[in-house]
Structure formats: structure tokens, C-alpha cells
Nanobody, 122 residues
Framework: QVQLVESGGGLVQTGGSLRLSCAAS????????MAWFRQAPGKEREFVAA????????KNVDSEKGRFTISRDNARNTVFLQMNGLKPEDTAIYYC???????????????WGQGTQVTVSS
């Protein structure tokens, strides 16, 4: 069983930066694809970024390229989401997820964290 715990959310002004972390535990967790999704109030949970087990391949939402960067440290079983140039529309709960394929499709991920709130003020 994989367990995921997110941290690093908070309140930031427009244009600011945050670095989210997701600590993973469980058997063979370093072999999983890791991803970030987000869910704004009243909206569906949407894909943000994903990274394969070695960190050699990533996927990003086109609109976030250049602002959001996903990375991982397998020695620490941690995945990160560096977010720069934040906008009010980035306000959401950000979820970490683990799965077996590098996908933007939410059902591809079997394990989910509880989420961390990111609020961007205008």
C-alpha cells in the first residue's frame, strides 16, 4: 500500500512561488509514476504534471509549461512541484498521485494523498 502526504501549500500573492512536496511511503514506491492534480471549488479535478520513475520523462499541461516544474528525489521518496508566476486561477487543492503509467488520465492513478491548499491572492 502506497501512502502519500503533501505539504508546502499556503497563501501567496499573484506572481509569487510555492514548492509543493509529496512524501511517499510503501513498497517499491520509487518505481511508480508520480503526478500532481488540482481541484478548484466547483470544478473537476484536473491534471497538472507527471513524472516517470527515473525522472527522465515528464508531462505538463500546456498552459502551465514554463511555470510549473515537476521533479522527484527517489533517495528521499519525494516528488516536488515548483510553481512560479502564480495566478489567482491557480487557487485549488493540489493532490499528489501514484500510478503505473505516465498519463494525464485521472483513473490511471491508484493512490492519492489528502491534498494541500494553494491560495493565490490578487
Amino acid at each position: 500500500q502506497v501512502q502519500l502526504v503533501e505539504s508546502g501549500g499556503g497563501l501567496v500573492q499573484t506572481g509569487g512561488s510555492l514548492r509543493l512536496s509529496c512524501a511517499a511511503s510503501g513498497p517499491t514506491v520509487s518505481t511508480y509514476v508520480m503526478a500532481w492534480f488540482r481541484q478548484a471549488p466547483g470544478k473537476e479535478r484536473e491534471f497538472v504534471a507527471a513524472i516517470n520513475w527515473s525522472g527522465s520523462r515528464t508531462k505538463n499541461v500546456d498552459s502551465e509549461k514554463g511555470r510549473f516544474t515537476i521533479s522527484r528525489d527517489n533517495a528521499r521518496n519525494t516528488v516536488f512541484l515548483q510553481m512560479n508566476g502564480l495566478k489567482p486561477e491557480d487557487t485549488a487543492i493540489y493532490y499528489c498521485a501514484a500510478g503505473l503509467s505516465l498519463s494525464t488520465y485521472r483513473p490511471s492513478y491508484d493512490y492519492w494523498g489528502q491534498g494541500t491548499q494553494v491560495t493565490v491572492s490578487s
